[in-house]
């Protein structure tokens, strides 16, 4: 594959976990892989690319992710061919109790939506003409805590992933005749570096009866933004061992 013909994925939240494993998966397609995060790129990156395919942005911030678009645009040279929505962030109350709607502060639901949602449909109308000239995909990364009452996610990052769901929806239609294709995936339980107390029960519960992996996670991923899944779009596809049934 020449260097004009690479594609590449712009990620967010990439540095552990899903966000991690997509990186390695879609680099070992051949793709180019440009990562956001707050943090600067770490002298040890586990991810491919380099310093130059990072962006240093604080979701959380939309003026600091909407002057961050420019940016983005100057390393892209026209073409988005998938943007990957992977940030978010889940906050917790002292001691690592669950934050209900009657104890979260107005301040800390800002912060959830802003990081969870509002940062996706920044970054895709900021770079819909590179998406379109790529004929592009974006995946909105969603999760079970987005339909159900979860015992470890809290209320505020329950609803922002339950409104990415529907905006997911309305950005399929949007960008449809543009030719880019907007899905979701929410996944369940998945093995990560630290797991809350308690995840063995809700396994337990699992039709598969065990933990996802990110790898699986990243390969629906990969799924979505590739020639395969051409006729898809607007949908949430459920990676979670069937704990939505």
């Given at each position: 594959m020449t260097t004009s013909d690479t594609r590449t994925l712009l990620l967010t939240?990439?540095?552990?976990?899903?966000?991690?494993?997509?990186?390695?998966?879609?680099?070992?397609e051949g793709w180019r892989v440009i990562t956001c995060s707050r943090h600067p790129f770490?002298?040890?990156?586990?991810?491919g690319g380099g310093r130059e395919d990072h962006i240093r942005v604080d979701l959380a911030d939309p003026n600091r992710t909407i002057e961050a678009?420019?940016?983005?645009?100057?390393?892209?040279?026209?073409?988005?061919h998938a943007l990957v929505n992977n940030?978010?962030?889940?906050?917790?109350?002292?001691?690592?109790?669950?934050?209900?709607?009657?104890?979260?502060?107005?301040?800390?639901?800002?912060?959830?939506?802003?990081?969870?949602f509002f940062a996706s449909?920044?970054?895709?109308?900021?770079?819909?003409e590179e998406l379109s000239a790529a004929k592009g995909a974006v995946v909105n990364v969603t999760s079970i805590a987005g339909?159900?009452?979860?015992?470890?996610a809290g209320a505020a990052y329950a609803t922002s992933k339950a409104a990415l769901k529907a905006l997911t929806r309305e950005m399929a239609h949007d960008?449809?005749?543009l030719g880019v294709r907007v899905n979701a995936i929410a996944p369940g339980e998945v093995e990560t570096a630290i797991l809350s107390p308690g995840t063995d029960r809700i396994v337990a519960g699992l039709p598969l009866r065990r933990l996802g992996q990110p790898s699986e996670i990243?390969?629906?991923?990969?799924?979505?933004?590739?020639?395969?899944?051409?006729?898809?779009?607007?949908?949430?596809?459920?990676?979670?061992?069937?704990?939505?049934v």
């Open positions: 939240g990439a540095s552990r976990g899903i966000g991690h494993a997509t990186v390695m998966r879609f680099a070992r770490p002298e040890e990156c586990p991810w678009i420019e940016g983005i645009r100057a390393k892209l040279g026209g073409k988005l940030a978010g962030i889940s906050p917790k109350a002292a001691g690592g109790g669950r934050l209900s709607t009657l104890d979260t502060d107005l301040k800390t639901w800002g912060h959830v939506f802003h990081v969870n449909v920044i970054l895709a109308r900021g770079l819909k339909s159900r009452v979860h015992p470890f960008f449809g005749p990243a390969d629906v991923i990969w799924f979505l933004c590739s020639d395969q899944s051409s006729y898809v779009t607007g949908t949430e596809i459920e990676v979670n061992a069937g704990q939505h």
